[in-house]
């Protein structure tokens, strides 16, 4: 990136000195960089789900996509991903 480059020239002239800003700026860029890298493996796992389908090792019929239904259910997606779920911020204000 041009701003990592030439810093010193960009807190100069476009920040006016302002080091907090550029630190910010720096921070904010890491941050979207390794969403983008977090986004493309999450969309690396459903080309390879898909090609699961495709090469014909995962057949779906009712009973196979039932499951998968399951499987795949939001609250429990969301808890094997390690976030919180309204249901465990209601049973922890129970508590």
Same mark, same amino acid.
């Given at each position: 990136?041009? !701003?990592?480059?030439?810093?010193?020239?960009? !807190?100069?002239?476009? %920040?006016? /000195? #302002? &080091?907090?800003?550029?630190?910010?700026?720096?921070?904010?860029?890491?941050?979207?960089?390794?969403? $983008?890298?977090? #986004? $493309?493996?999450?969309?690396? %796992? @459903? #080309?390879? *789900?898909?090609?699961?389908?495709?090469? /014909?090792?995962?057949? @779906?019929?009712?009973?196979? *996509?039932?499951?998968?239904? @399951?499987?795949?259910?939001?609250?429990?997606?969301?808890? +094997? +991903?390690?976030?919180?779920?309204? !249901?465990?911020? &209601?049973?922890?204000?129970?508590?």
């Amino acid at each position: 990136m041009i !701003i990592k480059k030439f810093s010193f020239i960009y !807190i100069s002239l476009c %920040l006016k /000195g #302002r &080091k907090d800003l550029y630190l910010k700026a720096e921070k904010d860029i890491a941050i979207k960089e390794e969403n $983008e890298t977090l #986004r $493309e493996k999450y969309l690396e %796992l @459903l #080309r390879n *789900l898909k090609t699961l389908y495709n090469n /014909g090792k995962l057949t @779906l019929n009712q009973r196979s *996509l039932s499951k998968l239904q @399951l499987y795949f259910e939001e609250e429990k997606v969301l808890k +094997a +991903a390690g976030m919180e779920t309204e !249901i465990s911020v &209601k049973e922890k204000k129970r508590n």
